[in-house]
């Protein structure tokens, strides 16, 4: 595999990891200043569902990048391979 694919959503990725870095720092000054168990737990899950979605970006750009160059470009073995994997990563990420 060449590798040589642009992932056509890192971009946006890298700007919602900076905004999801911004989140945490917030939340943990939140936590130094003694707020809520509630406001923690909902700004939290807000976190949770930010990540979500910069990981789909990931997983989109991997479907229709990594794996379709893949797909064209190796072998039978390489292709199992790359399944097995991508199997591994949507479990550990759902």
């Given at each position: 595999m060449s590798g040589t694919h642009k992932h056509k959503n890192i971009e946006d990725v890298i700007k919602r990891l900076?905004?999801?870095?911004g989140h945490v720092?917030?939340?943990k000054l939140m936590?130094?200043?003694g707020k809520s168990c509630e406001e923690l737990l909902l700004q939290?899950?807000?976190i949770r569902g930010a990540l979500d979605k910069a990981g789909k970006l990931?997983?989109?750009d991997h479907?229709?990048?990594c794996l379709i160059?893949?797909?064209k470009e190796s072998d039978e073995s390489d292709r199992t391979d790359a399944l097995v994997k991508l199997k591994e990563a949507i479990h550990r990420f759902i």
């Open positions: 900076s905004r999801i870095e720092r917030g939340v936590a130094a200043q939290i899950s807000a990931i997983l989109d479907l229709e990048g160059d893949i797909i």
